[in-house]
């Protein structure tokens, strides 16, 4: 059979077999060697494709696909660096446990490691941080090769979506000519299909657990952050069979459904600072669901508890920074927590959840006065917030913006999702991340995002010259690392604004130009506000110039009065 | 001793070994984890430190700094993924050979493997691209610790500079508090000198050689990219000693010494495009020195070759894609040109040398009227190089730019000096390796590069807010992937433009605006020419305006010009 034939048949047969192993979009990245891939995925008649130039950005703009659609989402681009600009993404996938499937193109074997231009070695390009990687063959297309490669391509699928989720990688060989047979009808081809399943407790260990959980008084469930959009009604059902209070991070799925549920208190990381209230709030039974919280509050209040801790983590990867769980449960969270439900002695003394619940609305009070009184970031913060439409999704950046946003997120605001990237909490890739969300969602988008972060992904902003997106961009723009500003560092003036504060000095109206994005500079909250409410549906970008200093000093009163309030001087 | 100490003194000590071992310059981005190295190195009175915050560019930035001083240049970041937006750079600099010292903080151990935030693991992070992987131990500071650490420091130093150059990459575990104590003055302590030899052959070997060579009547001599600043002049000296032409790449260094050396030949690539030409020029030695040229009239003309081939390449990379080379040479450059030259019969027949530069000085004359005549990039990047002051150095992008500059730089020119990335030929990076460049050269620097390449790393011109810089960049605007439109991909319209093209339609005068630079927008030739004589002591960006069909068009008019002259029609 010829060279091009060859090509076409094994290329389109990968990718009808992605596609049936629940493949629906990919992002391509332009090259010459990667071709094949290119174009045909761009003629398969069910995949979405997206063209994106900058591959560190176009890895990002997958993640938030995947993320959003809790599907594995392609990324195809060319042979070289092309490939290791995929690499941040890569890594915060297999952190946060985002399936990706990572396709590069290679030169054929006769060009590696002699001096071809554009060839490096790809081989495990990624080293442990791709969950899988395979090194294709050369196309052909007899039956067993397609067969062969079929199954690859249903097992990279399978790989990325199976617990813990997170990115596969495959190498092709390609040799020139490139240019696949666009003509080309596929035949039908015997394909597979999978059917992954989720760990599940055995009866014995089930009844042990069940005991430990029947005979705590005053338990507690911490939701950390999650990517599986499931667990956090289960949760709540298993918080409500307890009579437990469950703390809910802003990235668990369980603030948005906190209104219905008095149970859910979103307040401790203000009022866990006081060494006071942790004293009086001494749980003996604490069940931890998902990734690490947010706050460093409630980390410090589960590492001061010497009380049974259960880790719950299906993805088996011990996430314990501080050494302080009992328990490893290395089982899928929804089926824990609807066992456990079910199993749950129902006769509770409600005394310990309402205490949680006091505290909570003491704290919720004095930050609600703190957006309604206040001028500064946080204050915006809680505006946006406040603003935002019923269902809306809210992808907010690390460092300063998801700390705020797990401050200022309290109930009496509409339900709205919030996202970020957590598995390295990096400053990189969150604009890309947040158009990848808008691409798979019909709702309204927001995003988050200090100046740093917008800067570090400018980039990511291309695309929306290809691809219609409705993103809202709030940038905080206090003009260099505001986090820094919290640290002790910050005590030592010398070379701290040099190496820290690092003031980019960005007139962000310039690259909502170069990007034709509508632009509103937003001095005050009221601004922000305004902006907020005008046409959603257009892509814009909102900078609000803040202060660090004020900032530093804001938040840090905010905490005072919290812990007054609570303690009821 | 206290935490404090420990830690200022083991990052001093380390720091000051760097220095002792030739490590003059730093680029750090901003990060908590990283303080104790970020400040020392700021503090130390010696290196020169440069603060760039996305760390893709940063790496690119030091990559500059390390090809223009011929230095191993440090970089140190935070932890999380920041260091994987190293790996880009990092990849280059394997395989260009440029020495880069990667520092990257990490958390200690009982933070590692257990879900702490911003916490991967970076162990072999750079998988085989990074020359040596070592984990640091936690600070300490007795005598015997120092004495070991600074080993490793100069180990470090000596790795990235020794053949092949490249990055190597230590990881620093630091415990809070991470802030050191800036008061603290070092005492002297032991240091480590190194001393690195070169490869240099045996007389055994050499007589055999240099018997072979003499026996040669139509040798040929190859100057492919190198970054050794060195062996330029050597190989010239072996091409007057031996009689033979040597074809030298826009990248070998050699052609900004052609004016006194008529044994150069630069318009290869225009000539031996044609079949007839290349009949008539068959050479019964070839001897190759650096990469792979950018020419593939060249790499064709040499697969063609069935006569002796002997591959110099002290790095032993075995770089010969087409698999010509009969003979491979692990040995130093210049020693090997140095060692021939004085073994080499002088007494030649010129008639060979005369053939080849008979043939180049007739493409040399198309060439000129093509700059003169036409007014497309080709003429555009012809009117650039006629412009450029003696001296200055010209960084050039991947794709189009180095090849019409391998086309375009011919005799009659100032000398210069040009640069690319070839080492895996990637057009990420470019903006921040040009600004490396200028940060360490006190003469004038410019950019060539295409709007796709000016586009990926549209960030690196953040650190000219920090760091003057004397850049003209120019900015050849053909709104895409100018190059493929030379390959067979273009003759298939369907999906092309959306692939391959990818306008991504920027005006780039919004992204000056963002970073302050002065900005001109060429539509002609003569209009760069007016703006490239302008004050050039200043930032400024030129934005030529071309268009991708008529070049290619008029392109593929040039090689037929040339072949008809050439060939005498």
Redesign the interface.
């Known amino acids: 059979m010829s060279h091009k034939k060859n090509l076409t048949v094994y290329v389109s047969s990968f990718i009808e077999q992605l596609y049936q192993s629940g493949v629906k979009r990919a992002v ?1 990245s ?1 090259g ?1 060697r990667s ?1 094949p891939l ?2 045909l995925l ?2 398969h008649p069910h995949i979405h494709t997206y ?1 994106n ?4 950005s176009a890895a990002f703009y997958a993640l938030g696909m995947a993320k959003a659609s809790q599907e594995p989402v392609v990324i195809v681009c060319t042979s ?3 490939a ?2 995929y ?2 993404a ?3 996938a ?2 946060a446990r985002v399936p990706l499937i990572v396709l590069t193109a290679d030169r054929p074997h ?2 590696r ?9 790809q081989i ?2 990624f ?3 791709a969950k899988w990687f395979f090194d294709m063959p050369l196309p052909e297309s007899e039956v067993n090769m397609l067969q062969y490669t079929g199954r690859i391509a249903a097992k990279a699928a399978a790989k990325s979506a199976a617990s813990p989720k997170g990115p596969v990688h495959l190498n092709f060989p390609f040799r020139e ?3 696949p047979d ?1 003509s080309y009808k596929p035949e039908n081809q015997p394909l597979s299909a999978v059917y992954l399943a989720e760990k599940q407790l055995n009866d014995r260990y089930l009844s042990d657990l069940t005991a430990q959980l029947n005979q705590s008084k005053n338990g507690l469930i911490i939701a950390g952050p999650s990517e599986d959009q499931q667990s956090a009604a289960a949760i709540i059902r298993l918080a409500e069979a307890t009579g437990f209070p469950v703390l809910a991070d802003p990235l668990s799925g369980l603030r948005t459904l906190m209104t219905e549920h008095p149970s859910v208190i979103e307040c401790y990381d203000a009022f866990l600072r006081d060494d006071e209230v942790k004293k009086n709030l001494q749980a003996d039974l604490i069940i931890r669901f998902g ?2 919280p947010v706050s460093k509050a409630l980390t410090q209040y589960v590492k001061g508890s010497a009380c049974s801790q259960w880790l719950i983590d299906e993805g088996a ?5 501080t ?1 302080s769980a009992t328990h490893y449960l290395e089982v899928n969270d929804s089926l824990l927590a609807q066992q456990l439900a079910k199993a749950a002695d129902q006769d509770n003394d409600d005394s310990w959840l309402y205490q949680w619940m006091t505290l909570n609305e003491k704290a919720e009070r004095e930050i609600r006065a703190y957006i309604d009184n206040e001028t500064d970031e946080g204050a915006a913060v809680g505006t946006l917030l406040e603003s935002l439409p019923e269902g809306a999704h809210l992808l907010v950046g690390n460092s300063m913006p998801v700390r705020d946003v797990d401050t200022f997120w309290i109930r009496g605001m509409k339900p709205f999702h919030v996202w970020a990237n ?1 598995g ?3 400053i ?2 969150v604009v890309s991340t947040a158009l990848g969300i808008a691409a798979v969602k019909q709702e309204p988008v927001y995003l988050l995002i200090g100046d ?1 972060s917008m ?2 992904d ?2 990511g902003l ?1 695309v929306t ?1 290809q691809h219609a997106s409705q993103l809202q961009i709030v940038v905080m723009n206090n003009n260099g ?1 505001g ?2 500003s919290f ?3 910050a ?2 003036p ?2 701290f604004e ?3 504060g ?1 003031p ?4 962000f109206k ?2 909502a ?2 990007y034709d994005l509508n632009y509103d500079r937003c001095e005050t909250k009221e601004a922000l506000k305004e902006s907020l409410n005008s046409d959603s549906t257009q892509l814009k970008m909102m900078e609000v110039i803040t202060d660090r200093e004020k900032n530093t000093a804001s938040h840090r009163q905010l905490w005072k009065t919290v812990a007054r309030a609570v303690r009821g001087d």
């Open positions: 391509i332009p010459s071709t290119a174009y761009e003629n063209v130039v900058d591959e560190r070289g660096t092309a290791a600009n690499y941040p890569v890594v915060e297999r952190y006769e060009l490691d002699n001096g071809a231009p554009q060839a490096i070695d495990n390009l080293g442990k941080h000519p490139l240019s666009l990734g690490m990867d011990w996430r314990d920074p050494s957590r390295a909490n990096g990189d890739g740093l800067f570090h400018l980039n291309l010259k690392g986090i820094f640290l002790p560092q005590a030592e010398e070379h040099t190496l820290f690092t980019p000095s960005l007139d310039h690259a130009a170069l």
